[in-house]
Nanobody
Framework: QLQLVESGGGLVQPGGSLRLSCAAS????????IGWFRQAPGKEREGVSC????????KYADSVKGRFTIFRDVAKRTVFLQMNSLKPEDTAVYYC???????????????????WGQGTQVTVSS
């Protein structure tokens, strides 16, 4: 299992931007799919974005399409989530997770991921 640590969260005004980082103990392009998830108080954890093991396929929740971008730097063992045009409803604890399963595309369901970070708080408020 990977050890994952999220960072980059904070307080931002609506319309602002944040870049979240997910630092992994190790990975290569073919080792893991990486997903970003979020959970707001009283709500279920939901998929935000993911990137396939190859790095060639990505998915986004409808609520963030056009605003968020997932990418990774294998050399730095880090996956990023660039969040632009943030909205108050984006407020949540954001988690990254790793899926070792062999798949062409990544999955957006939390249950398929084996390794999780501890989360970073994102608050979008004026």
């Amino acid at each position: 299992q990977l050890q994952l640590v999220e960072s980059g969260g904070g307080l931002v005004q609506p319309g602002g931007s944040l870049r979240l980082s997910c630092a992994a103990s190790r990975f290569t392009l073919d080792d893991y799919a990486i997903g970003w998830f979020r959970q707001a108080p009283g709500k279920e954890r939901e998929g935000v974005s993911c990137i396939s093991r190859s790095g060639g396929r990505t998915k986004y929740a409808d609520s963030v399409k056009g605003r968020f971008t997932i990418f990774r730097d294998v050399a730095k063992r880090t996956v990023f989530l660039q969040m632009n045009s943030l909205k108050p409803e984006d407020t949540a604890v954001y988690y990254c997770a790793a899926d070792p399963a062999v798949q062409v595309a990544c999955m957006m369901r939390p249950l398929v991921y084996d390794s999780w970070g501890q989360g970073t708080q994102v608050t979008v408020s004026s």
